[in-house]
């Protein structure tokens, strides 16, 4: 999952490069191999990793 992201993060750097306007957004997710899945937990997980790399995000610009 974690290649994804990083493709992800290198076209958005790419595309933020080649314009004056800036391009970002911060992403979260949430994985698990638990038989029984807790939608909730996960989507709270997912927000909680797209909020700390929102705050990344802010400290680079």
Known sequence: ?????????RELHIAD????????AAIGYA??????KNLEKLLHEADE??????????KER
């Open 31 to 36: 994985w698990t191999s638990e038989k029984e």
């Open 17 to 24: 490069s080649q314009t004056d306007i800036p391009v970002s």
């Open 49 to 58: 990793v797209m909020y700390e790399n929102k705050k990344e995000l802010k």
């Open 1 to 9: 999952m974690e290649g994804y992201i990083t493709r992800i993060q």
